[in-house]
């Protein structure tokens, strides 16, 4: 069945060092692929999304590209801000039987100034 | 620009009492969907509705019942609460069941079984 793993933190950097955080899928034939961000004590927001090989989705200076060669999906941030502290899900839709977005565990990011 | 709307925000139950969550979305979207979000184990989906009249079970649908009462609509019931559905439950709507589609979630309900 189809599989999310990204790295599970938690995440502690410095206000304008540079963030990844890993992503890797298991899914049958073309899904497509989200990160969430979730702040405390709120619902997910959709951060960006890509819906085939090599797309980049970008958002609020966050990237992530689709790389269908490696099963990967890495978010990524220039420079973080103390207001990008978050939780933030790797998830995919592969449109099976019931179309769910198969989610990743999550990974907490802390930034301090 | 309410997007997904949920109520009640928080409820404590006793066990075997019933307690209905409530969900409605304003973006004329057609599909709902159900999640629970334990810790670890990220979310899971518990009912979804492609469209307005049918509902499906998602991956964890014991003890639960839906209805898509309307286009805007869908409610989860839980008719004999059990500790073991302690959790944070999450509305989420997308303009139809596509792969392609996201889903824009609601805020959540945060919810006891003691």
């Known amino acids: 069945g189809d599989s999310v793993t990204q790295m599970e933190g938690p995440v502690t950097l410095s206000e304008e060092a540079f963030l990844t955080i890993n992503c890797t899928y298991t899914a049958t034939g073309y899904p497509s692929l989200f990160w969430y961000v979730q702040y405390p004590g709120e619902g997910l927001q959709l951060l960006l999304k890509a819906t085939k090989a090599d797309d980049k989705g970008s958002n609020k200076g966050f990237e992530a590209t689709y790389r269908k060669e490696t099963t990967s999906f890495h978010l990524e941030k220039g420079s973080v801000q103390v207001s990008d502290s978050a939780v933030y899900f790797c998830?995919?839709?592969?449109?099976?039987?019931?179309?769910?977005?198969?989610f990743g565990k999550g990974t907490l990011l802390t930034v301090n100034p | 620009n309410a997007g997904v709307t949920q109520t009640p925000k928080f409820q404590v139950l006793k066990t075997g009492q019933s307690m209905t969550l409530q969900c409605a979305q304003d973006m004329n979207h057609n599909s709902m969907y159900w999640y629970r979000q334990d810790p670890g184990m990220g979310l899971r989906l518990i009912y979804y509705s492609a469209s307005e009249g049918t509902t499906d079970k998602g991956e964890v649908p014991n003890g639960y019942n839906v209805s898509r009462l309307n286009k805007r609509e869908f409610s989860l019931r839980l008719e004999s609460a059990a500790p073991s559905q302690t959790s944070v439950y999450f509305c989420?709507?997308?303009?139809?069941?596509?792969?392609?589609?996201?889903?824009?979630f609601g805020d959540g309900t945060r919810l006891s079984i003691l």
């Open positions: 998830a995919l839709n592969s449109g099976g039987s019931n179309y769910k977005l198969t």
């Open positions: 989420a709507s997308s303009e139809r069941t596509a792969a392609n589609q996201p889903q824009h």
